[in-house]
């Protein structure tokens, strides 16, 4: 009965935490990143108006993992999208190191917005609270191109996330 106590708090805390973040956004798209037989997490996309035209302000990605994660292998992972897409440059080890500072080790359950502020900065929330931020519009563009760009490892999430299925 505590197990299941705990984890209806944890779901309302989530549910209310993404609340607070996206509260006045209205939802573009979701998709669940599954890998081959584990299931990574559920992306949820917002924007003032729910319509998806590029990285702008008001526009915020939610991540709401469903497996554990360490810090390092997000920031790996971040590393190795970037080569992918051919965006890796001199200046992102500084973001990679600025994100090893606001991120920390994911647990099942727990929850990542990205959302874009009016200069197309990077404020980051995790579980509801505001952990950072980073500064750098570039930044941003490169880092929501992980999931948003045509050239995304994901296509089938990307299309499902900007609405296009």
Not at 8 to 19: H, N
Not at 90 to 95: I, K, R, Y
Request: neutral net charge.
């Amino acid at each position: 009965m505590l197990r299941l106590s705990g984890l209806i708090l944890t779901l309302l805390l989530a549910t209310t935490s993404s609340a607070n973040v996206t509260a006045e956004l209205n939802q573009v798209g979701n998709a669940t990143l599954k890998v081959m037989f584990w299931t990574i997490y559920d992306s949820y996309l917002y924007s003032k108006d729910g319509v998806y035209r590029g990285v702008e302000p008001e526009l915020a990605l939610r991540l709401d993992y469903r497996r554990n994660i360490k810090r390092d292998d997000l920031i790996n992972r971040t590393r190795k999208e970037w080569r992918k897409q051919g965006v890796y440059a001199g200046s992102s080890e500084t973001w990679l190191q600025q994100l090893g500072a606001i991120w920390p080790d994911i647990k099942r359950g727990d929850q990542i917005v990205l959302r874009v502020n009016a200069e197309l900065a990077s404020e980051f929330f995790f579980n509801g609270e505001l952990v950072g931020s980073i500064v750098d519009p570039i930044f941003t563009q490169r880092f929501l191109s992980i999931w948003l760009s045509e050239k995304s490892s994901y296509p089938d999430l990307r299309d499902q996330l900007v609405g296009l299925s």
